[in-house]
Each structure stands twice: as C-alpha cells, then as structure tokens.
C-alpha cells in the first residue's frame, strides 16, 4: 500500500518568468574549487623548484625583508623591477605565470576601487587636473554632506594611486610566492615563536577545520538536493539558508569543544611539528645574499637614480 504523496501526482508550479536559484550549486562549486586551489597549492609546493628547496625560515624572513624594501620604493620603475625578480624566481621555481596572476589579480580591482581610485580625486589630493568628472555652477548639498563645485582627477592623485596599486601588487605577489612554494605546515613552524604562537595555532587549527566545516555544509546541499523534487519558493529556500547557518553555528561551536577537550587529552601545547627538518645550508645563503643585494640595488636605484632623474 503506497501512500498518498507518492500516488498523487507532482503538479508543476506555474512559471514565475525568473529563472529559479542557484545558489546550492553555486556553493558546492565555490567550495570544491577552494578544496582544488588548497590541494594545488600544497602540489606545487612539493615540486622540485628552486624555492621549494630553501628551509621555510629563510624564505620567510626574506619575504618580510623584500616587503619593507618595496614600502621605501617611491617610483613605479623600481617597483616593476622588484616585481619582475619576484616573477623570475616564481618561474624556477616552476610557479607558472598564469597561476600567479590569477592569484595576484583578484586582491586588486577592490583594493582598487574602496583604497585606491578616491585618492586620485581632487577632494582627496588637489593638484593638477587630468579628467573632469562633473563641474557644477554651484556647490551641490544633501543635507550636511556638500560637494565641491568641480570633482577632478588629478595628476598628483593619479600616480599616488598608481604607486600604492603597484606596491600593493608587489606585496601580494611576494606573499603568494611564499604559500605556492612552501608547504603550510612548514610555513606555520618557520612563523612559530614565543610571541606569534597564539596566533600561529588559531591559523593551523583554522586551516584544518576550515575543510571539515566545508564537508558538512558540501553534506547539507547535497541531502537537500537529493530531497528536492520541485523548486521551493525563494522565501522557502532563504528560511532553509538562515536555518543551516544557524545549524552550521551550532555544530561548530559543539566541534570546537570537542577538538579542545581532545588537545587538552593529549597535552597538545600548540608547537606545529614539520616533517622537514629546519637547515640552513649554501643554498639559504645564496639566497640571502641575494635578496639583500636586490632590496639595496632597488633602494639606490629609487632613491639614487630616480630620485635625481624625477625630481
């Protein structure tokens, strides 16, 4: 004997001219492809490249030394230098180009347009004018805010723009270098210190934990899918959503207990073990000596050369 809901037919629900939402498979793919970018990483770092066979130490406080040296660069010239080393070393160590900008890239159209684009503007940075955006006969008020008459780009503004984007780019491209060419664990043991050891066990625990909150969420869609059999109304699936969120809230908060009574168990002091044993051999100093060399020939070449040629 069959039930009722099983017997009765599914009458389909009448079009509403919008296509239904997709928001359970965009969240399977988005977090599959975070598992892909996560595993690639951790390939790439165990291919026999030219940084991959540095101790993590040595490249981690050569990042940081390569990062202030690009703070004190104040012309694009010695910027785009310092990003061309960093390019030319990311390709022996077998990083490919294309991985890499499209690592870098994503940082930089937000960091663009909420940092970067309100300071070539004349209410920000006065000077000379390049583009005209508006010129009004009057100041333009909405109640306390008033606008000037004219908004401009200007050209002061411009290449301070300029120079905080490709420092910026700079920057992102040293730390992606860094995680693409250093496996995590090993990355988290160069960081380790009296100091940074708080918060070098909340990034390891995160980064763990991280793909076991993305497995019960990827186990949640998949057992609505599975259930589906007509698309719910949008109210239905946005209460469905605030439900899960709430659920996830939960489940995490019982596994972070759970996790923290088990370290407590096995008298876990936070210190993360590497299978790579810590050395410093010809090769760290050979690179040392090198990134100093390119951080001080870029400094006297940005304040030297360009200073005297620009100014």
């Not at 909150?213 to 059999?229: E, G, P």
Request: charged share 15%.
């Amino acid at each position: 004997m069959l039930p009722d809901w099983v017997v009765d037919p599914v009458s389909p629900r009448p079009a509403s001219g919008r296509l239904p939402s997709r928001f359970l498979a965009r969240t399977l793919r988005e977090s599959s492809q975070l598992v892909q970018d996560s595993v690639f990483a951790e390939r790439a770092a165990r291919q026999p490249g030219f940084l991959q066979r540095l101790d993590a130490r040595v490249k981690l406080l050569s990042v940081l030394g390569l990062l202030v040296a690009a703070s004190f660069l104040h012309h694009l010239p010695s910027l785009w230098l310092l990003a061309a080393f960093v390019g030319l070393v990311a390709t022996f160590s077998r990083v490919g180009g294309r991985v890499l900008f499209n690592r870098v890239w994503w940082f930089l159209p937000a960091t663009f347009v909420i940092v970067v684009l309100p300071a070539a503007l004349s209410i920000f940075t006065p000077g000379e004018a390049l583009a005209t955006i508006y010129r009004t006969p009057g100041p333009i008020a909405f109640g306390p805010i008033r606008l000037p008459e004219e908004l401009t780009v200007t050209r002061q503004g411009a290449a301070a723009a300029a120079l905080v984007i490709t420092r910026l780019f700079v920057g992102v491209l040293l730390a992606v270098t860094l995680t693409l060419t250093t496996r995590w664990q090993e990355l988290l043991r160069a960081a380790h210190t009296e100091a940074t050891a708080p918060f070098v066990l909340i990034l390891a625990i995160m980064y763990r934990y991280l793909f076991v909150l993305l497995r019960i969420t990827d186990n949640m869609h998949i057992a609505k899918l599975a259930r589906t059999i007509s698309p719910a109304p949008r109210a239905e699936e946005r209460r469905w959503v605030g439900s899960r969120v709430a659920v996830l809230f939960a489940r995490s908060r019982r596994l972070s207990e759970q996790v923290y009574a088990a370290m407590l168990a096995r008298s876990y002091r936070g210190d993360p073990k590497a299978h790579v044993m810590a050395r410093f051999g010809v090769g760290e100093g050979a690179w040392v000596a090198l990134c100093a060399a390119v951080g001080l020939s870029m400094l006297f070449l940005d304040r030297v050369v360009l200073g005297a040629l620009l100014w």
